[in-house]
């Protein structure tokens, strides 16, 4: 479990530098002022999480960032919390397995000892929900 540890502890780092020198803040405050309809919107959403996957590989950072981000878009919008949830799912949480230097991704391959996208075939969900979500906006 140390290397899954050392993982989350160098990834959460690396996080808290981006956001404390506004690397992060300036690409999704770019991404916020293209956004102007829900499909666009649900799009950015998702877009950022993946993004914030493969940068940091942190599954928890890559639904704080842009959720807090996106938040007051939703509301301009009147979208539902509950689609700003959903797409921070099909962004962040979802996609997380699939970035083969992310804690879940280095678990999986470990414990089926496979090569780190010997499962990918094997995972419908994380692949269908982010379409499904943007089928629902």
């Known amino acids: 479990m ?10 959460l ?3 808290g530098l981006l956001m404390k020198y506004g690397v992060v803040d300036q690409l999704l405050i ?14 950015a959403t ?8 493969m940068m940091i590989g942190e599954e928890y950072l890559s639904e704080i960032l ?15 919390q509950n689609m700003l949830t959903r797409s921070l799912v099909a962004g962040g949480a979802d996609i ?5 230097w992310s804690v879940s991704g280095i678990f999986i391959a470990g414990t089926l000892s ?4 010997g499962y990918v075939a094997f995972t ?9 979500t943007l089928l629902l906006a």
């Not at 842009?66 to 539902?80: I, N, V």
């Not at 496979?114 to 996208?117: A, E, F, I, R, S």
């Open 96 to 100: 997380n397995p699939l970035v083969p």
């Open 13 to 15: 780092s690396m996080g």
């Open 30 to 43: 770019a991404l916020q002022k293209l956004v102007n309809t829900p499909f666009k919107l649900v799009l």
């Open 66 to 80: 842009p959720g807090t981000a996106f938040k007051s878009a939703y509301e301009e919008q009147q979208l539902s």
């Open 124 to 132: 419908l969900y994380p692949l269908l929900n982010p379409l499904v």
């Open 2 to 11: 140390l290397n899954s540890i050392a993982l989350i502890l160098c990834a």
């Open 46 to 53: 998702i877009v950022s999480g993946v993004a914030v996957n």
């Open 114 to 117: 496979l090569h780190d996208y």
